[in-house]
């Protein structure tokens, strides 16, 4: 059976990210990645719309990439983008920012998110709990230190919760390197 082109694009988003990135390998992450996939991101927070655009590049991207003709549902009707778009999109940008490996930078967002403990196979009661966590991310129900989102710090100047996500890594990056 041919897979479609949404099975091949999850595939290639999927690859953007290093799950072995900081710990031993053998577990595996299909389960979260479809939750994350099926997960529609919403922004709140004005200019946060412009983290969309960057995830929408992605199938642009992809489209390229595969030598793909005829993009159908994926481009012309324009599914929702999903977390996990915004997860690879973002660490590009992380990556861009700090220098470093963008497969590296999507792991530590979803450690970050306290995700990388939902290895296959996902339990119901652990598939709520992803949803909840990412109903907390979307919602910006996370601390004011950005601790329950993708960029939590230590030393925040201002409530994480409303500033949008391109200070908020910015933030990120810079206290890190400081480290």
Not at 154 to 172: G, S
Request: proline content about 4%; hydrophobic content about 35%; some cysteine.
């Amino acid at each position: 059976m041919t897979p479609t082109i949404e099975q091949v694009y999850f595939e290639w988003l999927t690859g953007h990210i290093n799950f072995n990135h900081g710990r031993p390998g053998g577990k595996t992450y299909v389960d979260l990645m479809g939750q994350l996939h099926n997960k529609e991101f919403i922004w709140i927070v004005a200019n946060d719309d412009n983290r969309l655009e960057d995830a929408e590049a992605l199938r642009h991207e992809f489209v390229a990439d595969e030598g793909i003709t005829h993009p159908g549902e994926l481009l012309h009707h324009q599914p929702p983008l999903s977390v996990l778009e915004i997860i690879v999109s973002l660490s590009v940008r992380c990556a861009f920012a700090d220098g470093g490996n963008a497969q590296d930078w999507a792991w530590t967002l979803i450690r970050n998110l306290d995700l990388h403990r939902m290895s296959d196979p996902l339990s119901r009661i652990e598939a709520e709990e992803v949803d909840d966590i990412l109903d907390t991310l979307i919602y910006r129900n996370y601390d004011s230190d950005g601790s329950g989102g993708f960029f939590p710090l230590r030393h925040p100047q201002v409530n994480q919760k409303e500033v949008e996500l391109w200070y908020q890594m910015n933030a990120y990056i810079d206290e890190n390197l400081d480290t």
